[in-house]
């Protein structure tokens, strides 16, 4: 098995000794086990509570603080992984913040739709919180070195950079079709919001098929044969899986701007992939352009999030068809990033609408050959 360094454990790193409690959540099999376990172990002994083990939730059913005590025995770490499953964790592991001193405590969950709920009261003051994502272009180029993760570029594309997938690419097809088919919906079909899980299939397919183009909630009710309200709870669910993001329109100060559509964007092309069955090569394919350019927003979004930076995001067009991928906005300052697979049909230009009316910092039309400037020497 390959052994990756995630760029995340540097974070985690700096907080291992601040006395809160540390919580990574992700989407399931991109690797919080094994990077919390990798650093419990430099520890020595640590308790390890397995939130998928029935064994390990009745144990924590009704615990005090002499039960946790007894529990934890003379571990100094506990770990507790797919934490979302335990019933009431955000009591639990306030009580052993708060009443047992001396240990550190670091917690995964695999979805934002019950843990957040769960910690963000009780644990107020008390924890640091991170997002795991699969890979990312730069720490797979880290270990393969430039030239290698280069010509593996139009893998990612296709296959996406799950882990099993990136250690397992003989059988990636079949790991991507297991993930988008059972692991994917473990959390959303037991969370009490889904009601109709073929309604969910529907949707994801047609977000799938729509990828790179703005949504229109009310066209997606029609297709998909539900209410509107239910399109905005599912779509907001699958939020909370890490399947799927929004990216909303910026609109400021510009007359035409639209400020009412949507972009969604999956966080792995390989999972848009896999729901809409099609792992062809690009050039048997119509869809390359969708698929750069979810690449490059799924990619950069990951970067932005372990970097801990604190703008905004957004997509920009007017009714005019003017357009614009992808803007930060940090500090009053605007940074804008267009996306083409073909740099030969590339334009050179952004829309002088936007650049008379907001004040840039720079401008980056991103192909192949931009993509260290844009994914590994940005910070």
Same mark, same amino acid.
């Given at each position: 098995?390959?052994?990756?360094?995630?760029?995340?454990?540097?974070?985690?790193?700096? +907080?291992?000794? *601040?006395?809160?409690?540390?919580?990574?959540?992700?989407?399931?099999?991109?690797?919080?086990?094994?990077?919390?376990?990798?650093?419990?172990? /430099?520890?020595?002994?640590?308790?390890?509570?397995?939130?998928?083990? =029935?064994?390990?939730?009745?144990?924590?059913?009704?615990?005090?603080?002499?039960?946790?005590? $007894?529990?934890?025995?003379?571990?100094?770490?506990?770990? @507790?992984?797919?934490?979302?499953?335990?019933?009431?964790?955000?009591?639990?592991?306030?009580?052993?913040?708060?009443?047992? !001193?001396?240990?550190?405590?670091?917690?995964?969950?695999? *979805?934002?739709?019950?843990?957040?709920?769960?910690?963000?009261?009780?644990?107020?003051?008390? +924890?640091?919180?991170?997002?795991?994502?699969?890979?990312?272009?730069?720490?797979?180029?880290?270990?393969?070195?430039?030239?290698? $993760? !280069?010509?593996?570029?139009?893998?990612?594309?296709?296959?996406?950079?799950?882990?099993?997938?990136? /250690?397992?690419?003989? $059988?990636?097809?079949?790991?991507?079709?297991?993930?988008?088919? *059972?692991?994917?919906?473990?959390?959303?079909?037991?969370?009490?919001?889904?009601?109709?899980? %073929?309604?969910?299939?529907?949707?994801?397919?047609?977000?799938?098929?729509?990828?790179?183009?703005?949504?229109?909630?009310?066209?997606?009710?029609?297709?998909?044969?539900?209410?509107?309200?239910?399109?905005?709870?599912?779509?907001?669910?699958?939020?909370?899986?890490?399947?799927? #993001?929004?990216?909303? =329109?910026?609109?400021?100060?510009?007359?035409?701007?639209?400020?009412?559509?949507?972009?969604?964007?999956?966080?792995?092309?390989?999972?848009?992939?896999?729901?809409?069955?099609?792992?062809?090569?690009? %050039? &048997?394919?119509?869809? !390359?352009?969708?698929?750069?350019?979810?690449?490059?927003? *799924?990619?950069?979004?990951?970067?932005?999030?372990? $970097?801990?930076?604190?703008?905004?995001?957004?997509?920009?067009?007017?009714?005019?068809?003017?357009?614009?991928?992808?803007?930060?906005?940090?500090?009053?300052?605007?940074?804008?990033? %267009?996306?083409?697979?073909?740099?030969?049909?590339?334009?050179? @230009?952004?829309?002088?609408? &936007?650049?008379?009316?907001?004040?840039?910092?720079?401008?980056?039309?991103?192909? =192949?050959?931009?993509?260290?400037?844009?994914?590994?020497?940005? #910070?």
């Amino acid at each position: 098995m390959l052994q990756i360094d995630r760029k995340l454990k540097e974070n985690l790193v700096d +907080k291992w000794n *601040s006395g809160k409690v540390l919580i990574v959540i992700g989407p399931r099999q991109v690797g919080k086990t094994t990077l919390f376990k990798s650093l419990c172990e /430099t520890e020595g002994n640590y308790l390890f509570i397995n939130g998928d083990d =029935p064994e390990d939730r009745i144990l924590l059913e009704n615990a005090g603080e002499n039960k946790l005590r $007894n529990i934890i025995g003379n571990h100094k770490t506990v770990f @507790f992984d797919e934490a979302q499953r335990i019933k009431n964790i955000g009591i639990i592991l306030k009580i052993i913040h708060d009443q047992i !001193t001396g240990i550190r405590v670091v917690v995964s969950g695999s *979805s934002a739709l019950e843990i957040s709920n769960e910690l963000n009261e009780p644990l107020t003051g008390r +924890k640091w919180e991170f997002n795991l994502f699969p890979f990312t272009y730069g720490e797979l180029q880290h270990h393969f070195g430039y030239v290698n $993760n !280069t010509k593996n570029l139009l893998r990612y594309m296709i296959y996406g950079m799950y882990p099993e997938v990136i /250690t397992n690419y003989e $059988n990636a097809e079949g790991t991507l079709k297991q993930i988008s088919g *059972s692991y994917l919906y473990k959390d959303l079909l037991q969370y009490q919001g889904i009601r109709k899980p %073929e309604i969910l299939d529907k949707l994801l397919l047609a977000l799938a098929l729509q990828l790179g183009s703005e949504v229109n909630y009310n066209e997606l009710s029609q297709t998909v044969g539900a209410d509107r309200a239910t399109i905005e709870q599912y779509i907001s669910l699958l939020e909370k899986a890490f399947v799927v #993001f929004r990216l909303n =329109p910026l609109s400021r100060n510009v007359r035409n701007e639209i400020n009412t559509s949507r972009k969604i964007y999956f966080y792995d092309n390989g999972i848009r992939n896999a729901v809409v069955g099609n792992f062809k090569s690009l %050039e &048997f394919r119509q869809d !390359t352009g969708a698929l750069w350019e979810n690449f490059m927003v *799924s990619e950069r979004l990951k970067i932005l999030n372990y $970097n801990q930076w604190h703008g905004r995001f957004y997509f920009w067009r007017t009714y005019q068809q003017q357009e614009i991928d992808w803007i930060e906005e940090i500090d009053g300052s605007f940074s804008a990033y %267009e996306f083409k697979w073909n740099s030969k049909k590339t334009r050179r @230009f952004f829309p002088k609408t &936007f650049l008379n009316n907001y004040p840039i910092s720079k401008t980056l039309v991103v192909t =192949p050959e931009q993509i260290d400037e844009f994914l590994t020497n940005s #910070f």
